[in-house]
C-alpha cells in the first residue's frame, strides 16, 4: 500500500507539473525577470548562456530541444538576436511570442561613432522604424524591465489559470524589487556623473540614460562586431581627448583589444548580460521526468 501512495503521489505531482507552460527565454537578464514572476511555480529556460554573446550565438542542440519544446518563448526580440528569429519560426511556431523589444517603455537610438555624443538620450517611438533603428540593450534600464512584468504576467496567466494569485503576487513582488534596485543605482553613481569613460560595445546607452552617467566612446558598436583599425585608432583618440579615467571590458569579449587601446588609463570590467546570475535550471533538467 505504501508503494501504490508513493507511486501515485509522483504521478499526480507530475501530472499537476505538466500544466505549468515551458516557458523559454533568450539571454539571461530576462530568464532572471521571468523567474522572479514564475517562482514556486516553475523555471524558464535558457538559451544563450551567461558566458556568450547573444548577437552571434550559435544554438546547441539541447537549446534547441529547449526551444522545440517550448509552450511560451520570451526574448529580447529580432534586434538583439537575429539568428534567433527563424528558429523560433521554424521549432517553436505553435508557441506564444512575447518580443518585449515591442513593450519597452524607453527607446534610445542606435549609434554607430566611435566617440558617444553627451546628452543625445531622446526616447522615441519605434513601432513604425527598421528594426536597426533603435539600440537593442534595453534590459539596462530598470523602467523598462517595470513594463515588461506586466506583459509577461498575462502571458503566463494566460496560459496557466490555476497559478494566478502566485504570478500576480510575485509580479509586485518584483516590482518593488524593481523600484528599489533603481533607486540604489541612482544614489551608487551620483557621485560619478562627471568621470568620462570608455566602453567595449555600445551596449549600455540606456543605462547611461537613466543614470546621467556619459560613456565618451565605445571600442565597438551595438551589435559587439569586431573594430576595424581605424575605429581602433578612432577610440584611442577619444581615450586621450576625454581624459577617460576607465575602460571597460566585457567577460563576453577579448579583452586583449582592449588592453591594446587602453594605453596608462585603468581597464575595468562592466558586464552587461549578467555573467555572475544564477542559471536557472527548469523543473524538468532537474528530476528525470523529461
Known sequence: MKILLTA??????TSAWAEVPRVVTDIAPVQSLVAQIMHGVGTPDLIVPPAASPHDHAMRPSEARDLANANIVIWMGPTLTPWLEGSIGALAPNATHLALQDHAGTVLPFREAAQLEAHEHEAHDHADEPAEEFDPHMWLDPTNAQAWVPKITAVLIAQDPENKEKYLTNSAEE?????VLDTQIQQQLAPYKERPFVVFHDAFHYFE???????????????????SPRRLR??????EKSGAVCVFTEPQFNSGIVDAVSGKVRVGTIDPIGFNLPVYLSYAK???FS
Do not use: F
Open 234 to 239: 578612432e577610440i584611442e583618440h577619444v581615450i
Open 8 to 13: 501515485a503521489a509522483c504521478v499526480l505531482s
Open 175 to 179: 516590482t518593488q524589487s524593481l523600484n
Open 209 to 227: 540614460a537613466r543614470y546621467d552617467v556619459e560613456a565618451a566612446g565605445a571600442i565597438s558598436g551595438s551589435n559587439a562586431q569586431a573594430p
Open 286 to 288: 532537474t528530476r528525470k
